[in-house]
C-alpha cells in the first residue's frame, strides 16, 4: 500500500525516520520542518521539503494551499523542556513549551485538515507521559495530556466524515532529542524501531499506539498506585 503523507517535524528524529521508511515504502512524502539544511538532505531521499515555523499559522496556511488530498497526516512537530522548581516556576519556559506542542498542533489542523478526505488519516504523536505525573514535567507533560484529549474529540467528530484519528504515544526513543536527557531512560528503543511499530500500527488502523509494551505496563501500573505512595516513591526520581 502506498499513497501521500505529510509529516510535520520531519527535519530530525522520529519525523525524519517516518519520512524515510514512508518513502522507502513507495509513498510520496511531504517532510516539514524548520530546519531547511536538514530539509534538503531529505529531498535528496525524494522527500519534498516544506520549510516553516510550526508556530506561524499563516506560512502553514499558504503551504497547504498548495498541496493535493493526502492519505495520511501526522502531526509530530514538538519540544521537551524540564521544569526546575528550585528555580521557581518558569512562565516563560510554559507558555514556550504549550505553543509548540500544542498550540502549533492547532495551527496545523487549521491548515492541513481540509487535504484530509473520507478514508484518510490523522495521526498526532502525544507521548507516554501522559500515563503518569513525572517530576519535572510540568509543561511537557500538560501539553501531551491535552493532545489525548484533543486526539479523542477529533476521532468523535471526524468519524461521520469518515477519516480516523491516532493518538501515538511512544515511550523513550533514541532522538537528537533525548540525547539531551541526564536521566536514565527505560526501555529507550531505537528510532528504526520506533517509525516501523507507527507505520505497521497506521496501517492497521488503529486508534492508539503505544511502546514500548514493558514501559507502558509499568507507568500503567504505578499510575494505579494510591497516591501518597507515589508521591514517597517520585521523591527519589528528582
Not at 519520512?19 to 512524502?29: F, S
Not at 531521499?45 to 488530498?69: H, K, N
Request: proline residues 5%; charged residues 15%.
Amino acid at each position: 500500500m502506498s499513497g501521500r503523507v505529510l509529516i510535520t517535524g520531519a527535519s530530525s528524529g522520529l519525523g525524519r525516520q517516518l519520512a524515510l521508511t514512508y518513502r522507502q515504502a513507495g509513498w510520496q512524502v511531504w517532510g516539514c520542518g524548520r530546519d531547511g539544511e536538514r530539509l534538503q538532505a531529505l529531498a535528496h531521499e525524494g522527500i519534498t521539503p516544506l520549510q516553516f515555523d510550526a508556530r506561524d499559522s499563516a506560512a502553514m496556511a499558504e503551504v497547504a494551499a498548495g498541496l493535493p488530498a493526502l492519505d495520511l497526516l501526522i502531526l509530530n512537530a514538538g519540544s521537551c523542556e524540564y521544569m526546575d522548581l528550585a528555580q521557581g516556576f518558569d512562565g516563560a519556559l510554559f507558555a514556550r513549551v504549550i505553543e509548540t506542542n500544542l498550540v502549533a498542533t492547532g495551527h496545523a489542523l487549521a491548515a492541513f485538515l481540509p487535504r484530509l478526505a473520507s478514508g484518510s488519516r490523522l495521526a498526532i504523536v502525544g507521548s507516554a507521559v501522559s500515563w503518569l505525573p513525572l517530576p519535572r514535567a510540568e509543561a511537557y507533560g500538560a501539553s501531551k495530556a491535552a493532545l489525548d484529549y484533543l486526539a479523542a474529540t477529533l476521532r468523535l467528530d471526524l468519524q461521520g466524515a469518515g477519516i480516523g484519528v491516532t493518538l501515538i504515544r511512544p515511550g523513550f526513543i533514541e532522538t537528537p532529542l533525548t540525547a539531551r536527557n541526564r536521566f536514565a531512560m527505560p526501555c529507550l528503543l531505537p528510532v528504526e524501531t520506533a517509525a516501523r511499530l507507527i507505520v505497521r500500527g497506521l496501517a492497521a488502523g488503529r486508534s492508539q499506539i503505544h511502546f514500548p509494551f514493558r514501559f507502558i505496563l509499568l507507568l500503567r501500573l504505578l499510575g494505579a498506585l494510591p497516591l501518597g505512595l507515589w508521591l514517597r516513591l517520585a521523591r527519589h526520581l528528582t
